[in-house]
Nanobody, 122 residues
């Protein structure tokens, strides 16, 4: 069993930066591929980024490439999402999710966090 807790959200001006954390409980954290998603009000859940078990392989949505960086520290059971050059359209609740199934469009996720709000003002 893995529990995921996101943190680091907040209010930031356009062009600013935030770093989100996804902290996991459980000793099997390194067995999981971690994905970040976001959901803006009235919109569908959107994939943001993913990172493989060792942290070497990553995948990003086109909308965040070059601005967001995903990383992980398995010793700390934590995945990070560094978000730079933030735009008002990045405003959303950000969720992390764990899967064993793959880096790109896995069919299912085993665990989800509760989300953290990111608000970017113009």
């Amino acid at each position: 069993q893995v529990q995921l807790v996101e943190s680091g959200g907040g209010l930031v001006q356009a062009g600013g930066s935030l770093r989100l954390s996804c902290a996991a409980s459980g000793r099997t954290f390194s067995n999981y591929i971690i994905h970040w998603f976001r959901q803006a009000p009235g919109k569908e859940l959107e994939f943001v980024a993913a990172i493989g078990r060792s942290g070497i392989n990553t995948n990003y949505a086109d909308s965040v490439k070059g601005r967001f960086t995903i990383s992980r520290d398995n010793a700390k059971n934590t995945v990070y999402l560094q978000m730079n050059s933030l735009k008002p359209e990045d405003t959303a609740v950000y969720y992390c999710a764990a899967t064993r199934a793959g880096l790109v469009s896995p069919p299912s996720y085993d665990f989800w966090g509760q989300g953290t709000q990111v608000t970017v003002s113009s």
